[in-house]
């Protein structure tokens, strides 16, 4: 399927194909693909949902795209008839009306005030859509060929099937559609093994989403390309330049996990043993799998281990609160650094400290969230992500940005951050400025959605703004912008040595 394929949603410069080693089919680039550009775009989902708890801060009608213009201040409205979805505005509210929600707007009502779960939702949307004929042929014929792996799913998760069975159940009960439980919950199960996390321009997941033509994409934990979300438009976009009629991959799952945990989680979730290049070395000194000593003792790292994500899991918890997150998430790190093992770019360290950022933030500690922002934006994120074009490293440089700024207006609700900055001395503008500008110079190769680009673009014309108006230019200031990345470093190093 080229760019000039029926399907009027689906732009891409691949075609499907059979894919080699037994993984069934796959998309192939039909020509060269720079870094950075699109691989496949897809403008209009098969099915799009918001999770339950964003119904009530996300527009379920661009959702959250607009929400994140620079100075948009929406107040959004509920649907005056379910009072379950809401949205920015009548555009958007006509837009999902269109779409599905007045096929599904009177059984939400009638659930009131219970709410289906997500992908109940996303379901009873497929099956509304279908009745209606809401989709073509050919997107019918390529959600009917994706798998169910229903077999699997009974043998192997139990937990899975009930969960998918009795969606199923819901969705026949409350919508009243002639259709047996077993194809509605096959409907599921495709559902539950070809969705992508839905995620807003900042990679935070809002939901679930399917296009089936996407879902032809196989994983590889050594991907080539990588799925971003600009409101309900899909982007795969290439990390790295791919040659014509080699196949595309995007990883199903955290890639930066160490090889046994990836290799379980694909199992586990997709049902499949990953053959790829990565998992083929195995653990041999990839950044995911090595420690910082060629010997040391298992044992004693993989109780380290366990009390970490023991610690990590415990913030979850509906009591704990920010402050108590926050000591939690330093003792998880405490502990992985008492062995002398762990390296800062090796799992869980990365979740930890993208956790730690989090609430931190919510605490309104956000010295000690730049400094730890500084640490991963410096030390962690080149080696856990070695593309410059990934958008993650994009993403916590946009983040740094805003607390840079934060900072810079001398706002700091929590002053007892015990390390502070201030013996550095640094001046926040002039990193605020080199970091959007690298951003602006690096657009053309990034794999970041229009929507991200748009905010830099924004705001790094305010702050060279401000620049011009105290009559300085700070593209005339290099001397002066790599004297603040030394005191940069200084930060990071002072912040590692002191564990």
Known sequence: MSAEAPLSSVHTKTTPGSAPNGLGNGLFASEDIHTGEDVLKISAPFVAVLDTPRLNDTCSGCFGKRQLNVGADLHMRACTGCQVVKYCDRACQAKDWKFAHSHECRIFK?????????????????????????????????????????????????????????????????????????????????????????????????????????????????YNSIVGFD?????????????????????????????????????????????????????????????????????????????????????????????????????????????????????????????????????????????????????VDPIVYPYDSHPIRHVHAWALVRLAIHLSQGIETNPGDGFTLERFELKFSLIIWSLLNKLINKESESCTVPSFKRMVQLAFYEVHKEFVSNGLDPSNMADEIEREWKKMEGVVSATLERK
């Open 110 to 222: 009638g659930l009131a005030p219970r709410v289906l779960p997500n992908n109940a939702r996303a379901i009873l949307r497929v099956l509304l859509r279908s009745i209606k004929k809401k989709y073509s042929n050919q997107e019918v014929d390529l959600f009917i060929q994706l798998e169910t792996h229903i077999r699997e799913i009974r043998e192997r998760n139990m937990a899975q099937w009930e969960r998918i069975s009795l969606s199923a159940k819901a969705v026949k009960m409350y919508s009243g559609i002639d259709m047996k439980e077993e194809v509605i919950s096959a409907f599921g199960a495709k559902l539950d093994l070809n969705a992508f996390n839905l995620t807003n321009p900042l990679y935070d997941r809002i939901g679930l989403y399917l296009h089936p033509y996407a879902a032809l994409i196989n994983h590889s934990c050594d």
């Open 231 to 379: 409101g309900d438009e899909l982007f795969v976009k290439a990390v790295r330049p791919i040659k014509k009629n080699e196949q595309i991959f995007i990883s199903y799952i955290d890639a930066s996990d160490p090889h046994d945990i990836r290799r379980k989680k694909l199992s586990e979730r997709y049902y499949f043993d990953c053959q790829c290049s990565k998992c083929f070395e195995g653990t041999t000194d990839t950044p995911e799998d090595s420690f910082l000593t060629a010997t040391h003792d298992i044992t004693a790292l993989a109780v380290a281990e366990t009390k970490a994500q023991a610690f990590m899991e415990s913030i979850s918890a509906p009591n704990c609160e920010s402050t108590g997150a926050v000591r939690k998430l330093e003792s998880a790190m405490q502990v992985l650094d008492q062995t002398s093992a762990w390296p800062i770019t090796r799992q869980p360290y990365i979740s930890l400290r993208d956790e730690l950022i989090a609430s931190l933030l919510t605490n309104g500690q956000f010295k000690k969230a730049f400094v730890q922002a500084a640490v991963r934006y410096i030390r």
